[in-house]
């Protein structure tokens, strides 16, 4: 049966969380009812990318796109779009509709417009639960061209020119990195997905293995075929349910079609895929610590070197490689490292996923040549800050980066630029911060992670994140001094220096950007002991401006009972009774309630 | 998976199955589907283009239902899109839908018998 119209529902966790799961289900139920169910495609797909406008709904030929679809719009879309062909105006996404309401193509929406996706060329396209659609997107035939027509040291070769650098974070040259595995001999080599993504605030990993699994698959076997191994392993968190079912799916698809197993395209070539399922510690995004979690040891670290290439997985060569880069490898394989390269700039070839967060418009993932600036990112991607408040920094690298000011907004993102900043690529969550945040309270917030997930092997993560932690409650409680900012600094560069893994060299990043820019900040937390973005709650107070209406809402929601006044008259609140919990100031209509 | 070849086939025929997803350059067929296009009869002469479509596995054939196009007294209406020539037909039943499909799409002659107009986007 010819299906003459096709509904892709975004089912990336996000959207998920809006609510898309139910909303195949009233389509199933409308389009029955309307007898015309078989003339329609539903396609559940991964994610879209513009999560902050979730759930999507897409419906091609005429490729319009519904957001913030509820279950009760499906019956509309139903009855107007696919049975009457009459476009719902009020339910499309505003920037998908010309001002002559006409619909705009995908890429013509400012969203899209200003990205390149290579990582994420499918997601949000293709059903990622079925292996023939990934096929009829090129998929496999990067693998195919590798098996059937060059070396392993051709295939390193074409990493290298294309100049694909690991997108967890670090940036070492993925080619390099094969080079080494493939000139130590052994006989047995491993490669394993680092699908461990831990970042608060980052779940660009999340989406690419929900939305397109096969072609992480595919990056796997390319990288096991280039450095000799025939096992390969995909290390992901427990905390990731529904990337976990796509994997599976797709691991037995491919192994159905023999694209997994013994003699692959009758060259000979074996491989295997096995999924390890890690416990959610953050420790085991580290390599040797995910080796040995792999191995069925507790997540900890260990001293590089050697390395993983030489002695990785059971003592074995052993190349990890993040989940990103991996879905860039078939696309650089089959359409070239020329095509690749013309990407980006020199020397940060190709593209980066990031997840915009934080006080941003449109919240998402978007994906960006490397070289684009953060400004291009934050205001024509992103939308600029909601209520046109001013854009204070942009923190990169979770907690292993840092905060880049607002007067650097004009730098490329490059793996360099950004660690001269103080920050760094990290593997790309990307947190606007605004005025009305506080560094001080941000860095607590990182280093309460930090000091969490410190695996406590070594003495300076296990007790220097502790100690900066309880440094920084000081600080935001008012109670600290001049002096503690000095020996806060002193110990986070001890702590970088003297970690043994990353996780501890990097857990001081947020402090040591955030006192380069915003030093003063963290002054006046001391000095004049006044929070300037009104969060440190024992710093601040709740006062009611005179532009109260007297509405009494504040009032009614206090928890504590410690705003008075009548209807119509202006509130008061007594400080001695607030326990500065901000309900008040959430709730009020007119913004009159201000912390000072 | 024995070959490049095996790998092409699975891919050239599930290509058909994607192509509506992305920018649509084959011929286009919309329909008139407004409450006066359904009473006239519309439904069954879109089913009619859908059943040809499946037929022929013509893949680059869209058939899209319209709003009203607003000469609802001589619904139901058709307007088929090659390139940028639009071509409206009107009182269009299972026979005509037939025979614009066979003489029109396929063979790239215009059904005159049935057009209330034709010009240039």
């Known amino acids: ?596 | 998976m024995k070959s490049l070849a095996d790998l092409k086939k699975i891919r050239d025929a599930a290509q058909k199955k994607v192509t509506m997803r992305g920018k649509n350059d084959g011929t286009r067929v919309l329909v008139g589907m407004a409450t006066c296009g359904i009473s006239a009869g519309a439904r069954p002469v879109m089913n009619k283009f859908v059943e040809l479509i499946t037929e022929k596995n013509l893949d680059t054939v869209t058939v899209t239902p319209v709003g009203c196009i607003g000469e609802c007294s001589i619904e139901p209406i058709v307007e088929v899109l090659v390139g940028e020539q639009r071509t409206t037909y009107c009182r269009v039943d299972e026979k005509v839908a037939e025979r614009i499909f066979t003489e029109h799409i396929i063979g790239g002659k215009v059904v005159e018998d049935n057009i209330i107009g034709k010009f240039r986007l």
């Open chain 1, 1 to 596: 049966m010819f299906e003459r119209s096709h509904v892709l529902i975004c089912s990336g966790s996000n959207c998920i969380s809006r609510g898309s799961k139910s909303l195949r289900n009233e389509f199933e139920e409308h389009l029955s009812n309307l007898g015309i169910r078989e003339e329609i495609k539903l396609v559940n797909t991964g994610c879209v990318g513009l999560c902050e406008q979730g759930p999507f709904v897409i419906v091609y030929p005429e490729g319009v796109f519904y957001a913030q679809v509820k279950n009760k719009d499906i019956k509309t879309i139903c009855e107007e779009h696919l049975y009457k062909g009459r476009i719902v105006e009020k339910l499309v996404f505003d920037e998908a509709l010309s001002d002559k309401k006409e619909v705009k193509a995908f890429d013509e929406i400012k969203f899209y417009s200003k990205q390149t996706r290579v990582a994420l060329r499918n997601c949000g396209l293709i059903n990622p639960d079925d292996i023939e659609e990934y096929i009829a997107k090129e998929g496999y035939h990067g693998l195919g061209k590798v098996l059937t027509t060059m070396t392993p040291q051709e295939v390193i070769d074409e990493m290298l020119k294309s100049g694909l650098r690991g997108r967890g974070g670090g940036g070492f040259p993925t080619g390099r990195k094969w080079d080494f595995a493939l000139k130590n001999e052994s006989d047995q080599k491993y490669v394993i997905c680092n699908a461990d993504e831990g970042d608060p605030g980052a779940f660009m990993d999340r989406a690419l293995l929900e939305g397109d699994p096969h072609s992480i698959l595919e990056g796997l076997m390319i990288a096991g075929y280039a450095i000799g191994a025939d096992k390969g392993y995909i290390y992901v968190r427990i905390e990731y349910p529904t990337a976990i079912e796509k994997l599976k799916t797709a691991i037995s698809q491919a192994t159905n079609l023999g694209l997994l197993g013994k003699n692959i395209f009758d060259t000979g070539f074996n491989f295997d895929i096995e999924l390890r399922l890690g416990a959610g510690a953050f420790v085991c995004g580290e390599e040797t610590a995910l080796i040995a979690s792999i191995e069925g040891g507790r997540g900890m670290s260990r001293n590089k070197p050697p390395f993983p290439a030489a002695k990785g997985l059971w003592g074995k060569p052993t190349i990890i490689n993040n989940v990103e880069t991996l879905a860039n490898i078939p696309a650089i394989l089959h359409m070239g490292a020329d095509w690749f390269a013309r990407i980006g700039v020199e020397g940060n070839r190709g593209t980066k996923v990031f997840s915009l967060g934080g006080n941003i418009k449109n919240a998402g993932l978007v994906e960006v040549p490397l070289g684009t600036t953060l400004r291009e990112v934050v205001y024509e991607i992103g939308g600029g800050i909601p209520g046109n408040r001013a854009l204070k920094a942009v923190q990169t690298g979770g907690p292993s980066g840092g905060a880049i000011p607002e007067h650097l907004m004009d730098l490329p993102i490059e793996y360099e630029t950004l660690v001269q900043a103080g920050s760094m690529m990290g593997s790309g969550g990307m947190v606007v911060i605004d005025e009305n945040n506080c560094m001080v309270d941000i860095c607590r917030f990182y280093l309460d992670f930090t000091c969490e997930e410190s695996c406590g092997k070594c003495t300076p993560c296990r007790e220097g994140t502790k100690k900066m932690l309880e440094m920084l409650e000081i600080i935001s409680s008012g109670e600290g001094t001049l002096e503690d900012i000095d020996r806060l600094e002193e110990l986070a560069k001890m702590v970088k220096n003297s970690s043994l893994c990353g996780l501890g060299q990097a857990a001081p990043n947020p402090i040591l950007s955030m006192l380069e820019h915003f030093r003063p900040e963290f002054e006046s937390h001391v000095v004049e002991k006044v929070c300037p973005g009104g969060v440190c709650k024992p710093l601040i107070k709740l006062v009611v401006t005179d532009t109260c209406i007297g509405c009494t809402k504040c009032a009614t929601n206090c928890p504590v009972d410690c705003i008075e006044g009548s209807l119509k008259e202006m509130h008061k609140i007594d400080t001695s009774k607030c326990i500065k919990c901000g309900v008040c100031k959430n709730i009020c209509p007119v913004e009159a309630i201000v912390s000072v």
